[in-house]
T-cell receptor, first 116, second 114 residues
Framework: DTGVSQDPRHKITKRGQNVTFRCDPISEHNRLYWYRQTLGQGPEFLTYFQNEAQLEKSRLLSDRFSAERPKGSFSTLEIQRTEQGDSAMYLC??????????????FGPGTRLTVT | AQTVTQSQPEMSVQEAETVTLSCTYDTSESDYYLFWYKQPPSRQMILVIRQEAYKQQNATENRFSVNFQKAAKSFSLKISDSQLGDAAMYFCAYRRLGADGLTFGKGTHLIIQP
């Protein structure tokens, strides 16, 4: 069990460019979550997947954001036409939901995005 | 909407002493979970302790314990015998039963003085 991994760890892009981040969850975890954390704030929930189905999206997820989990394993988060306000740490987490009421979310190290 | 408030941006404690981090939350739900997460510098967030709202007994994990006051919507974290490795950002988080997204507070930066 290697933990949740994210790639890249850092990304610098110019305003208006598109960026894509990848998250590899803990193997066999069926749920995958994306959060955004800006400086001095706690993480904010963006969206989550149960296997390949995207089940919930926060109103924070504007039309410029799209997330996929095509085969129920890794996930990608794409931001189109980046804005300076998109600069943040993007965190991925995964969990194994097996009918229990409680399940822990395991977080990855995050991708730090800087939009110049 | 649920909100989580951590009123202490920064706390400092001497090594081996005890420190309490505060958290209050606002919800109209009766069933939910509360969590404390630790985020060390440049490292990933890890779960420290959790509390189910239906349980009256306060959760304890080794040196970490909580004081859960459901009526007051308060959920504080007590760290006993503070160690240098406890230095980190601590986030209080809430999750409604049946939902999946966590709602976090802004965090408390804990400094351990040697």
């Amino acid at each position: 069990d290697t933990g949740v991994s994210q790639d890249p760890r850092h990304k610098i892009t110019k305003r208006g460019q598109n960026v894509t981040f990848r998250c590899d969850p803990i193997s066999e975890h069926n749920r995958l979550y994306w959060y955004r954390q800006t400086l001095g704030q706690g993480p904010e929930f963006l969206t989550y997947f149960q296997n390949e189905a995207q089940l919930e999206k926060s109103r924070l997820l504007s039309d410029r954001f799209s997330a996929e989990r095509p085969k129920g394993s890794f996930s990608t988060l794409e931001i189109q036409r980046t804005e300076q306000g998109d600069s943040a740490m993007y965190l991925c987490a995964s969990s194994s939901v097996d009918g229990r009421a409680f399940y822990e979310q395991y977080f990855g190290p995050g991708t730090r995005l800087t939009v110049t | 909407a649920q909100t989580v408030t951590q009123s202490q941006p920064e706390m400092s404690v001497q090594e081996a002493e005890t420190v309490t981090l505060s958290c209050t939350y606002d919800t109209s739900e009766s069933d939910y979970y509360l969590f404390w997460y630790k985020q060390p510098p440049s490292r990933q967030m890890i779960l420290v302790i959790r509390q189910e709202a239906y349980k009256q007994q306060n959760a304890t994990e080794n040196r970490f314990s909580v004081n859960f006051q459901k009526a007051a919507k308060s959920f504080s974290l007590k760290i006993s015998d503070s160690q240098l490795g406890d230095a980190a950002m601590y986030f209080c988080a809430y999750r409604r039963l049946g939902a999946d997204g966590l709602t976090f507070g802004k965090g408390t930066h804990l400094i351990i003085q040697p």
